[in-house]
């Protein structure tokens, strides 16, 4: 029996595709993700799975203004 790939519902990334996605390390997506407050989710089909929403870690590729930048740290 194969073993079937994982896939979030639909308008969700992993933690992991949304890293992939960024482009950017576990460590700084990690520590990117505690800054902005973003909200994890978890799906009931494998509660081991961390989800985002695609629109908030697209939101993170978006340019902030200086002033924006320096109250997240």
């Not at 902005?36 to 799906?43: E, K, N, Q, S, V």
């Not at 908030?56 to 590729?61: H, I, N, T």
């Amino acid at each position: 029996m194969p073993v079937a790939k994982y896939r979030p519902p639909e308008g969700y990334l992993t933690m992991a595709q949304a890293q992939e996605r960024l482009g950017i390390s576990k460590v700084t997506f990690h520590r990117l993700v505690r800054r902005a407050g973003l909200p994890t989710h978890r799906d009931h089909r494998d509660t081991r799975v961390r989800l985002l929403r695609i629109t908030d870690v697209d939101r993170l590729m978006e340019p902030v203004p200086e002033q924006a930048e320096r109250a997240l740290t």
